[in-house]
């Protein structure tokens, strides 16, 4: 199944994000987390490509099993910079073989000590994302920054690059994490000036970990706001103390979001489930609302 047409009877869709273990690590914890977030009944579970595709191997059989062994539509990372169109087309035969359909298109992170050649044969996403929908068979999603890549906060910029995205073949975008919902907000407000109407699904991290939120914000161009900032500081040395007031915080964020009308949520899992299951449940009775509404527009 294509995720883009999840909207045409969905008001609101719920989705998580996993990555794939590392190599000697075996792959049976994520199948019972895999257990664990069926019972949530998500829409969709992306399964991350790690830098260069340096798991690509892993994030293939992690995503057929989501899909095949598990019964829940999946969509699967895919990075470009890296990589010829040659092992691009093998990579993409694979995922037909598994039966996937649906590819989150990205540029990808450049390995450390990786040289990239003189002439590569991808340098942006948008690359991938016209050959993609060359090709045919998959649904394209592409990856948002509410608040500007790697911090530029040039979003005239991002949303430019976004509608040359959606012009060659993206039908979703997925965004990168934000804590600031303002900021999601401003950023679809522009979406819809450029005329930009495909579907945009909310991405939201808990902040459970000070240092990779730190890290990670640096890297998606996410602001912290300061409300949050003082949640990180004051219990940077009790993880239990974090992982409750995080998952709070996240909670109230996806609360505000699903209230105000997104489109989906997508959830940076982390590999943990428990977190999920807490701030699904704080939200059950607005997201049955918003489902009641869906069910009976029809």
């Given at each position: 199944?294509?995720?883009?047409?999840?909207?045409?009877?969905?008001?609101?869709?719920?989705?998580?994000?996993?990555?794939?273990?590392?190599?000697?690590?075996?792959?049976?914890?994520?199948?019972?987390?895999?257990?664990?977030?069926?019972?949530?009944?998500?829409?969709?579970?992306?399964?991350?490509?790690?830098?260069?595709?340096?798991?690509?191997?892993?994030?293939?059989?992690?995503?057929?099993?989501?899909?095949?062994?598990f019964g829940i539509e999946?969509?699967?990372?895919?990075?470009?910079?890296?990589?010829?169109?040659?092992?691009?087309?093998?990579?993409?035969?694979?995922?037909?073989?598994?039966?996937?359909?649906?590819?989150?298109?990205?540029?990808?992170?450049?390995?450390?000590?990786?040289?990239?050649?003189?002439?590569?044969?991808?340098?942006?996403?948008?690359?991938?994302?016209?050959?993609?929908?060359?090709?045919?068979?998959?649904?394209?999603?592409?990856?948002?920054?509410?608040?500007?890549?790697?911090?530029?906060?040039?979003?005239?910029?991002?949303?430019?690059?976004?509608?040359?995205?959606?012009?060659?073949?993206?039908?979703?975008?997925?965004?990168?994490?934000?804590?600031?919902?303002?900021?999601?907000?401003?950023?679809?407000?522009?979406?819809?000036?450029?005329?930009?109407?495909?579907?945009?699904?909310?991405?939201?991290?808990?902040?459970?970990?000070?240092?990779?939120?730190?890290?990670?914000?640096?890297?998606?161009?996410?602001?912290?706001?300061?409300?949050?900032?003082?949640?990180?500081?004051?219990?940077?040395?009790?993880?239990?103390?974090?992982?409750?007031?995080?998952?709070?915080?996240?909670?109230?964020?996806?609360?505000?979001?699903?209230?105000?009308?997104?489109?989906?949520?997508?959830?940076?899992?982390?590999?943990?489930?428990?977190?999920v299951k807490k701030i699904?449940?704080?939200?059950?009775?607005?997201?049955?609302?918003?489902?009641?509404?869906?069910?009976?527009?029809?």
């Amino acid at each position: 199944m294509f995720i883009k047409d999840l909207f045409l009877h969905k008001k609101l869709t719920i989705s998580f994000e996993l990555f794939p273990p590392k190599q000697s690590v075996s792959l049976d914890g994520i199948y019972n987390t895999i257990a664990e977030l069926k019972e949530l009944n998500p829409d969709f579970i992306s399964v991350t490509y790690g830098a260069g595709g340096s798991s690509k191997d892993r994030s293939i059989e992690l995503a057929s099993a989501v899909k095949n062994k598990f019964g829940i539509e999946t969509v699967a990372h895919l990075t470009c910079i890296t990589s010829t169109k040659r092992e691009v087309k093998n990579t993409l035969d694979k995922l037909q073989e598994n039966n996937i359909d649906n590819i989150l298109a990205l540029r990808g992170d450049i390995p450390k000590d990786f040289v990239l050649p003189e002439n590569l044969e991808y340098n942006s996403s948008k690359d991938l994302i016209c050959e993609l929908a060359q090709r045919k068979g998959f649904c394209i999603s592409a990856a948002a920054y509410p608040e500007g890549y790697m911090g530029s906060m040039d979003i005239d910029r991002e949303i430019k690059s976004l509608r040359d995205k959606v012009d060659c073949g993206a039908e979703v975008l997925i965004t990168q994490l934000f804590f600031n919902n303002n900021s999601f907000y401003d950023f679809k407000e522009k979406l819809y000036k450029y005329n930009i109407n495909t579907p945009v699904i909310a991405g939201v991290m808990p902040a459970v970990d000070r240092d990779l939120i730190n890290r990670i914000s640096w890297i998606s161009g996410a602001s912290i706001p300061d409300r949050l900032k003082k949640l990180l500081d004051k219990y940077q040395y009790s993880p239990e103390s974090l992982l409750e007031a995080g998952t709070v915080y996240a909670s109230e964020q996806v609360s505000d979001l699903v209230a105000s009308g997104v489109e989906g949520i997508h959830l940076y899992t982390m590999n943990k489930s428990e977190i999920v299951k807490k701030i699904l449940k704080s939200v059950e009775e607005i997201r049955k609302s918003v489902n009641y509404k869906s069910v009976s527009s029809f």
